[in-house]
């Protein structure tokens, strides 16, 4: 059971209102490519479309945790497959779609959910060119690739790409999210060049804008745990929704004025950052 939201959160993150029946008769049948599902978003979202008569494939890295979800899903009632593979790594990548274009009952439904995420500035990344490699393979290379093989086959089942972005996508750039923010960039870019194309063959997009999400992959970081962020529980039914709405576009109720602020204020920003690292710079040099 995840705690309730606080009073800011629920003015944040208002309630989603899933109609069971209508998910139900939309997905029965179909087949679900759910990449990053053994924890966090996509944990939940192959708990939450369990029941709903589709066929899922769940891909990650951790083995063992997916085999978990998986017996969970099928637990619930749902056919449920597993592919564990690591999608930065080329070998993995090229077993999985083998394995994918055999499939007899092809895939209606990719939900790009995999992703990593990094926050560190620039001076503690001079050493680590390996953080910009990883980002980009996982959140945009690996994606991209996979569709390569994927569209044919979603274009013969009308199918549908959900992809789960990030807020900050849609905003000014922000110091420390260099490796994060460009990689998430570069794919939600890449599937809105695209999607005019694909979606006259007959295969609908759908991109959500998240903000903060209370998994573990956010956890790391201190500045983040008294922060307003969503639960993942609430993330899946907000996708669950996305796969009989087919909205171009999820993201919060203010996002648009986040994304104003973000670049009517960023002068302000650009003006403040140099004396706050300069002040950090000095502080360092003292404790030397």
Request: hydrophobic share 45%; proline share 5%.
């Amino acid at each position: 059971m995840t705690k309730p939201y606080s009073l800011l959160e629920n003015l944040l993150f208002l309630p989603t209102f899933l109609q069971k029946r209508r998910l139900d008769r939309h997905l029965k049948g179909k087949t679900i490519l759910l990449s990053g599902a053994s924890y966090g978003i996509g944990e939940c979202v192959a708990l939450r479309l369990a029941s709903s008569g589709a066929k899922l494939i769940l891909v990650a890295r951790t083995e063992e945790k997916l085999v978990a979800v998986q017996q969970a899903v099928i637990a619930a009632g749902a056919q449920a497959e597993v592919f564990a593979a690591d999608l930065t790594k080329e070998e993995d990548l090229a077993k999985l779609i083998d394995y994918l274009v055999t499939l007899p009952d092809g895939i209606d439904i990719f939900v790009n959910n995999a992703g990593k995420s990094i926050l560190r500035s620039i001076d503690d990344s001079l050493d680590r060119f390996h953080d910009f490699t990883r980002t980009m393979s996982l959140n945009y290379f690996g994606p991209v690739q996979l569709l390569l093989a994927l569209i044919p086959i979603l274009e013969k089942r009308k199918g549908q790409i959900i992809n789960i972005s990030a807020l900050n996508v849609l905003m000014a750039p922000a110091p420390k999210w260099a490796a994060y923010q460009a990689s998430k960039t570069a794919f939600d870019q890449w599937l809105r060049c695209v999607a005019p194309e694909i979606e006259a063959r007959g295969i609908r997009t759908s991109s959500i804008y998240l903000p903060l999400v209370r998994t573990r992959m956010i956890a790391p970081t201190a500045a983040y745990r008294k922060m307003p962020a969503m639960y993942p529980e609430h993330v899946a039914k907000i996708i669950a929704k996305a796969t009989y709405q087919k909205k171009r576009k999820y993201a919060p109720w203010w996002a648009i004025f986040g994304q104003i602020a973000s670049v009517c204020l960023r002068f302000i920003w650009d003006w403040l950052l140099p004396k706050i690292n300069s002040l950090g710079d000095r502080g360092r040099g003292n404790r030397a």
